[in-house]
């Protein structure tokens, strides 16, 4: 497993860690009292008070005291989250979409005849509005081309080297800067209370196995996503080796996403977080388990510091991260809790503390 | 998920992991001499001093020694064991297969015209010759007609119930008692030395998953097994459930075996522990890794105190647990270590403690 490399975050991540167990260190025992373990400072400390912070909170205690009617057993703690969207950036385009563009082009260096062919020929031209009209069945055909065909090590190795070099036109940052510091505040408060945190993504599983353990401290077996077959076989050296290929095993999105839960997991998460349509069935089969479940749906209402996209704002709705308003609705029946990031999160981005 | 309910099992689980633990306390700090913590007592005393057992002591100490060429960081730590006829007994029938039967007579109450058809003709039967000379083909659709079209909770609930209440023909024993005492230290002693074990199983990931927890101390997430997809959808009351579908997913044996792993860990194992074909090229794998890498291959040449079949026996082999002399030959070149259950075992089973 190749790693990113990413110090900073390391760091990050690393003080977000011992922040939540100090944050849950016994406090003085009280005489005649018995010790009850209590939050001395704020695990969520980027979270404005409110519905939403209160949710987690609840939900947390709710889970993990052994009195209380709804304990989970610390082998059942499972939560997932969305990756796009709701642990990251997503708009105005998906960064996994944006290496396969910039791999087409090194590509293209070696196999020129690509220039020639749809829908390869409209990528490689730059034409951001022809670009942006390229169909799904396009797109996946851009990921078969960019995303296969290697060994499973190369294309860790390629992934690493772009993430570290590329950064984004807006804040001209890494891509693996532009995760959500609220986000990063609950993973770290789940697993400080016993919960094994997974990502459940629509994106590439290998693609996205890649950063998560710098970015997230989330291993590359505690990442269910959208994962095509590999296949074994030997290099010249007689060396096994394992070879990407185009051919679709798991589309962990809608309906895939439990069944993808179920699969690698094998029990049902008793919290759930996404913030579009493709969440809605896990957010569903979360919900409906025994017991005290969380399921919540990331709002982007948030021009300023992010993007704001769906029926918050009466916006269109980009083809990514469809948040619409029957999902909204849902939510509401459903008792999903709604984290709006312009009122819920104090602030964005880690890097807002040190600007 | 349904927990199979096996307290003695738990309790020799839970003295194991105690007894490992043990083992591992620091030894008393002598004047001038940094403390090193040393085993005090043995962490495989159910194995005989050999090759085999100093392969896994030699590969534990040269992958958790910080100072070690070979050392391992924890993440990467990760160790495949295949199932049936390396953690317990898979002669002379695999125990899934049993299950299958004994549901399909369940099954044939309901559905009489199962009687009538080939193969559940002759499963239901009973004769024993007829079933012996039923083709892989026909087995799959036993398998497919007993193991799906349920929901994921019901098999769960079903399979729990049939172990508890099933014995086995030769030790009068649950199928959950048959496991191996030495291979149990092996995963006991490699998690105390901060290695994460997996299952990595030809047999049924759903089926495994109901005892491993009970049996081995391994969770759902950490079996690697032959998965049938699962569809998502609605119950009459409107509640989400996951159903049991005829396709399948991933075929977790021979080029499976690496393929999976790599599906479901994300990683190459440092350590992985097989029995027959079904299992060369996850050793293959595993060994052609960087560093100290052990891969470990159970011959069954014991008919005293289990089976002997394969090549050191000059048995024919059956169909299950296929060891061949070319595996053997494999063995020795590519320097995997062959443990013996009859020289290198003091006891194969955890009741021959307690007669």
């Not at 052994?66 to 998906?94: I, N």
């Not at 396969?100 to 490689?124: I, M």
């Not at 185009?246 to 759930?272: Q, S, T, V, W």
């Not at 992010?306 to 990514?320: D, F, H, I, K, S």
């Amino acid at each position: 497993m190749m790693r990113t490399g990413l110090p900073t975050r390391c760091w990050m991540l690393a003080a977000l860690f011992f922040t939540a167990i100090l944050s849950f260190s016994p406090a003085p025992v009280m005489a005649q009292v018995p010790p009850i373990p209590q939050a001395t400072t704020d695990p969520l400390p980027s979270w404005n008070e409110g519905v939403a912070k209160r949710a987690i909170l609840d939900f947390v205690r709710a889970t993990t005291d052994p009195s209380a009617t709804g304990f989970v057993p610390q082998p059942d703690r499972v939560a997932t989250f969305d990756q796009d969207g709701t642990l990251w950036v997503e708009h105005p385009v998906y960064t996994q979409v944006l290496y396969a563009f910039s791999r087409l082009h090194l590509l293209a260096e070696g196999k020129p005849e690509l220039k020639q062919v749809e829908p390869f020929k409209t990528v490689l031209s730059g034409d951001r509005d022809a670009i942006a009209k390229l169909s799904l069945h396009d797109l996946e055909k851009v990921l078969a081309v960019t995303l296969t065909g290697m060994t499973v090590d190369a294309f860790q190795a390629e992934v690493a080297h772009w993430l570290e070099t590329a950064r984004d036109a807006r804040w001209k940052r890494r891509y693996t800067e532009l995760t959500y510091q609220p986000m990063q505040e609950v993973l770290a408060f789940l697993r400080t209370s016993g919960f094994r945190t997974y990502i459940a993504t629509g994106g590439g599983q290998d693609f996205v196995r890649v950063y998560a353990e710098n970015v997230y401290g989330i291993s590359p077996e505690q990442v269910v996503g959208t994962a095509g077959a590999t296949s074994y076989g030997y290099d010249a050296a007689g060396k096994p080796i394992l070879t990407k290929e185009p051919k679709l095993l798991l589309n962990d999105n809608l309906a895939g996403k439990p069944e993808g839960i179920h699969f690698m997991i094998g029990r049902r998460p008793h919290a759930a977080f996404g913030n579009s349509t493709g969440d809605r069935q896990m957010l569903e089969y979360t919900k409906a388990g025994d017991g005290p479940r969380l399921a919540m749906l990331l709002l982007h209402d948030d021009a300023a510091r992010e993007y704001a996209y769906g029926p918050a704002q009466g916006l269109p709705n980009t083809e990514v991260g469809t948040f619409t308003p029957q999902l909204y609705d849902e939510a509401r029946t459903q008792r999903w809790t709604v984290i709006s990031m312009k009122v819920d999160w104090k602030r964005v981005f880690a890097f807002e503390l040190t600007p």
